[in-house]
């Protein structure tokens, strides 16, 4: 089955840049979504299509996919932004059609 | 605006069964491929099943493959996840989502259902 691993977490200050990678073999050939979890509430699509943006999600949010890593972006980090992020794809050769990533504690210092 | 609405979550025995229904509203629920997905506590985002806009295609993951059974009903809106020979590896928030297009990003969540699975 296809693998996404994501670091368990990433710290940063406020106003400094955050990148939250997804690793996976050949993920580039892949279409990467993200996802925003904060505690108790349910996932919020932040980055589609590796890089696209669904309305009312701020700019300061960017994806990219290459190769074997999909980076989400997250510029001037605010303390809002912290959260769990997840990286998602769609793999149709796979037992398990969508797969996540384990998830990254995205901390805001 | 679109809403999922989960219901039918709660406290099961080992071996027991549940049925999860997911009322739809604010969008042509028969346009649209809906999935489960389901959260154990403290854990990530795990898959669980997914069901194509007509009912005609449907994908299990392993760990749930001939025990749980997806469906719809477009007439009523829902979705639904019939759960038997329940496990406690099965406790977890069950998610109702919306693909936004398939394959394609999850652009919809419900607020999620708890299903305990203990003695």
């Known amino acids: 089955s296809y693998v996404l691993t994501q670091p368990p977490s990433v710290s940063v200050a406020p106003g400094k840049t955050a990148r939250i990678t997804c690793g996976g073999n050949?993920?580039?050939?892949?279409?990467v979504h993200w996802y925003q979890q904060k505690p108790g509430q349910a996932p919020v699509l932040v980055i589609y299509y590796d890089s696209d943006r669904p309305s009312g999600i701020p700019e300061r949010f960017s994806g990219s996919n290459s190769g074997n890593t999909a980076t989400l972006t997250i510029s001037r980090v605010e303390a809002g932004d912290e959260a769990d992020y997840y990286c998602q794809v769609w793999d149709s050769s796979s037992d398990s059609y969508v797969v996540f990533g384990g998830g990254t504690k995205l901390t805001v210092l | 605006q679109v809403q999922l609405v989960e219901s039918g979550g709660g406290l099961v025995k080992p071996g027991g069964s549940l049925r999860l229904s997911c009322a739809a509203s604010?969008?042509?629920?028969?346009?649209?491929?809906m999935s489960w997905i389901r959260q154990a506590p403290g854990k990530g985002l795990e898959w669980v099943s997914y069901?194509?806009?007509?009912?005609?295609?449907?994908y299990y993951a392993d760990s749930v493959k001939g025990r749980f059974t997806i469906s719809r009903d477009n007439a009523k809106n829902s979705l639904y996840l019939q759960m038997n020979s329940l496990r406690a590896e099965d406790t977890a928030v069950y998610y109702c989502?919306?693909?936004?297009?398939?394959?394609?990003?999850?652009?919809?969540w419900g607020q999620g259902t708890l299903v305990t699975v203990s003695s």
């Open positions: 604010g969008f042509t629920f028969s346009d649209y491929y």
């Open positions: 069901i194509s806009s007509s009912g005609s295609t449907i």
């Open positions: 050949n993920i580039g050939s892949k279409s």
């Open positions: 989502a919306r693909e936004a297009s398939s394959p394609g990003p999850i652009d919809y």
